[in-house]
């Protein structure tokens, strides 16, 4: 099957050859571990393009949860003893497995959820990305040597394995955040247990499928790469509580991770909490503008706002303001909104009517806050729009006290802020509850540099000179405050994937203790 199969809008796709190719049927089993089964009750998928019914899915049940941990249980006893640069090796052949299937994956993304198709395609690409950080990773799981106190001993750290890994991702990045956090576990040695989001469970079979064909044609327990779908408050609920699961990494609201890290914390479990964000970018006098404003309509109409590093409030410089408002207003006014997959796309629909009426919540406490609507805000009807769910990106005035400023509603809205002093942007900047993504835009060096100072952005990712939007697998992925503090991906993220173990060997004939205390027997 040949890339441009899967080209053209969702009426010119043949949906029975995409879905063939990545094993996807008109009824399927939501639990896979080695064996695929499904007990539960069965959830429709719809695509948010059009409405139509692309297939069914049967949730796990208590039966089916029971099965899949004790067989990742299994394979993880099995897996953590093959050397790591053979699992490295595993995970090679996984990416190579993605690459192969890249058109039909990034088609499905699309339709499944329903951003734009290069959108699409790059998510799959962070998938094949992370596996080649992977593979070179797993020749580079090192501890660090110490220096002993005492003579005649060497101390040293290492790192190990910690078990089963239970993953929780969210609809807006329906596979790439299972690779950001599979890819790693699996080279740090250990089983992977995923619970997508209900709301795309479609291209967690289809990358399950691909997972496991790997593990399985060279040897090694399909289990690794298990599976289960269903509710949050079932599956999800025995996954945080199931001491089985060492590490759960959750993507989702900051209201379900507060759920998440409370349990697991009572249990003394650990957690990868990568949660809400209200991303702000700040305009500064010396701004290049012609660089600022593509990257604030790609961070905040991307995806149709439905990223957690969407670019939601923008702080622009008194000097700056209305210029950067009448672009912005003229460049939301060219974007397209329809078919994902069609060419020319922009932006496509929301993921449901929930994600329509919220955004149309806010708006309402926009006006009730004082703030006023530029442009846009509008829900979009008629033949084209049929049975999908598309609005137009919103830009409104705002202050940075208003309720609505404060917090995150996972739709295109933007909130235009001004500002006087750097300083001023600064606090206004960080006078949110989540700490995502932030960036600048100046071409001061000492504004930059402030921005990126412990007086400056309290988020765990902050640019200069590009969008909140975009991040690469080579930096660990993450924020602060109600964010969650996780990271995933790349850097040192590994480490949250293992058990550190601080080791000292006695190679000589006494026996000193530490501190030079003494214990003398008689």
Same mark, same amino acid.
């Given at each position: ?70 067989? $990742?249980?299994?394979? &993880? +006893?099995?897996?953590?003893?093959? /050397? #790591?640069?053979?699992?490295?090796? !595993?995970?090679?052949?996984? %990416? ?114 691909? $997972?496991?064909?790997? &593990? +399985?044609?060279?040897?090694?327990? /399909? #289990?690794?790469?298990?599976?289960? !779908?269903?509710?949050?408050? %079932? ?288």
């Amino acid at each position: 099957m040949t890339d441009n199969a899967f080209k053209g809008g969702i009426n010119e796709i043949d949906l029975a050859a995409l879905f063939s190719q990545l094993g996807i049927a008109a009824d399927n089993p939501g639990a896979f571990a080695g064996e695929w089964s499904g007990g539960g009750d069965r959830i429709d998928c719809h695509s948010p393009i059009d409405g139509r019914l692309l297939g069914r899915v049967a949730q796990a049940d208590k039966a089916d949860y029971d099965r899949v941990m004790a067989a $990742a249980t299994a394979a &993880f +006893e099995q897996w953590r003893m093959v /050397p #790591a640069p053979r699992r490295g090796e !595993i995970v090679r052949q996984i %990416g190579e497995a993605l690459r192969q299937h890249k058109a039909a994956l990034g088609a499905l993304v699309t339709i499944e959820m329903g951003k734009i198709r290069a959108e699409g395609e790059g998510e799959v690409q962070e998938m094949i990305d992370i596996c080649d950080f992977a593979v070179g990773l797993s020749r580079q799981l090192y501890g660090l040597t110490m220096h002993s106190e005492r003579p005649g001993h060497r101390m040293y750290e290492q790192w190990h394995p910690r078990g089963v890994v239970g993953i929780i991702s969210a609809f807006n990045f329906p596979v790439a955040v299972w690779a950001w956090n599979s890819a790693l576990a699996w080279v740090c040695g250990n089983a992977c247990v995923w619970k997508p989001s209900e709301k795309a469970p479609l291209t967690a079979i289809a990358c399950t499928r691909i $997972a496991a064909m790997v &593990f +399985e044609r060279n040897g090694y327990d /399909p #289990a690794l790469a298990s599976l289960l !779908i269903g509710d949050g408050p %079932g599956i999800g609920e025995l996954m945080t509580h199931d001491e089985r699961i060492p590490l759960i990494s959750a993507t989702g609201s900051t209201r379900m991770g507060k759920r998440v890290g409370a349990v697991v914390a009572a249990r003394l479990g650990h957690t990868i909490l990568e949660l809400g964000g209200n991303n702000a970018i700040i305009i500064s006098p010396s701004a290049d503008l012609d660089m600022a404003i593509p990257a604030i309509v790609f961070g905040s109409c991307g995806t149709a706002g439905q990223r957690c590093t969407s670019t939601r409030r923008v702080f622009i410089h008194d000097s700056q303001f209305e210029d950067v408002k009448n672009r912005l207003v003229n460049a939301y006014s060219q974007v397209r909104i329809g078919d994902p997959l069609a060419e020319g796309t922009l932006m496509g629909p929301l993921i449901d009517k929930d994600a329509i009426q919220n955004m149309m919540a806010s708006l309402r406490l926009l006006s009730e806050n004082g703030g006023t609507v530029l442009c846009g805000g509008d829900v979009l009807t008629g033949e084209q729009y049929s049975n999908g769910h598309y609005v137009t990106p919103c830009i409104a005035e705002a202050r940075n006290d208003m309720a609505v400023v404060q917090q995150e509603t996972f739709a295109p809205i933007l909130y235009l802020i001004r500002y006087s002093e750097l300083e001023q942007a600064f606090e206004w900047h960080n006078d949110v509850p989540q700490g995502l993504s932030s960036a600048i835009f100046t071409l001061n060096l000492r504004e930059a540099e402030q921005f990126l100072s412990h007086c400056g952005s309290d988020c765990g990712i902050a640019n200069v000179n590009i969008g909140t939007s975009g991040a690469e697998i080579g930096g660990a992925f993450g924020g602060e405050k109600e964010t969650g503090g996780g990271r995933e991906s790349g850097s040192d993220a590994w480490k949250a994937y293992m058990r550190r173990q601080t080791n000292t060997i006695n190679w000589s004939t006494d026996l000193p203790l530490a501190q030079g205390i003494s214990f003398e027997l008689g």
